[in-house]
């Protein structure tokens, strides 16, 4: 799978929004963007994925540039409850093991007051 | 649905031990993952299963670790003999398709 590259940490006012990007340079055209997060000492959650398109569920937005080169997580509202390790995952989805997900560092968003 | 369950949800035990941690994944999910979390390896995505194929062991460290999937509802991972580098928390996730992968609570292993 290709590699991401992600800011350690990121800070953001509650109730703003919270944009979280991800450099995936090497991406090829069967590889899905997936962000995933994690609350402390929960396990991950699912928050999206896209391919090319960009795309918005309940919980946030996926921005993919033309180039695929890179992505932002927009979170519209943050609250204190999105504090949380934010991992952006690039993933093979016709290959086999194609459920694998291999998880970097992330980028710890911190919401403050 | 209750989700992905964990048990235990801490375990201390010392050096040498066996340990066995379970899971029981989501009703009708075909693949079901062991995870690693460490401070210094972070995530580490140690086997999976497809409907009840261990697929890609890969991860796993040595053979002292050992995971079984006997039936489609049920699924440890074992750990035997125990050291206090196996300290970490393990997950254990669910995937009924390719979207996401359902995580579990974690079990918080400590070896002394």
């Known amino acids: 799978d290709a590699k991401t590259t992600q800011p350690p940490s990121m800070d953001c006012a509650e109730g703003r929004a919270a944009n979280l990007p991800c450099n995936h340079s090497t991406i090829s055209g069967n590889e899905y963007v997936y962000w995933y997060r994690q609350i402390h000492s929960q396990g991950p959650q699912y928050i999206i994925h896209?391919?090319?398109n960009n795309e918005t569920n309940e919980m946030a937005s996926l921005i993919i540039t033309e180039d695929r080169k890179s992505s932002t997580l927009i979170l519209p509202h943050a609250t204190l409850r999105d504090t949380a390790v934010y991992y952006c995952?690039?993933?093979?989805?016709?290959?086999?093991?194609?459920?694998?997900?291999?998880f970097g560092a992330g980028t710890r968003l911190a919401v403050h007051p | 649905d209750a989700g992905v369950i964990q048990s235990p949800r801490h375990e201390v035990t010392e050096m040498g031990q066996e340990v066995t941690l379970r899971c029981k994944p989501i009703s009708g999910h075909d693949y079901l993952f062991w995870y690693r979390q460490t401070m210094m390896r972070g995530l580490e995505l140690l086997i999976y299963f497809n409907n009840n194929v261990p697929i890609d062991d890969s991860g796993m460290p040595e053979d002292r670790f050992s995971a079984k999937m006997p039936n489609a509802s049920f699924s440890t991972l074992k750990i035997q003999p125990s050291e206090p580098r196996d300290s970490a928390v393990y997950f254990c996730a669910t995937g009924g398709g390719i979207n996401e992968q359902f995580f579990g609570p974690g079990t918080r292993l400590t070896v002394l």
């Open positions: 896209g391919l090319k």
């Open positions: 995952i690039v993933r093979d989805m016709f290959s086999g093991g194609y459920n694998k997900l291999i």
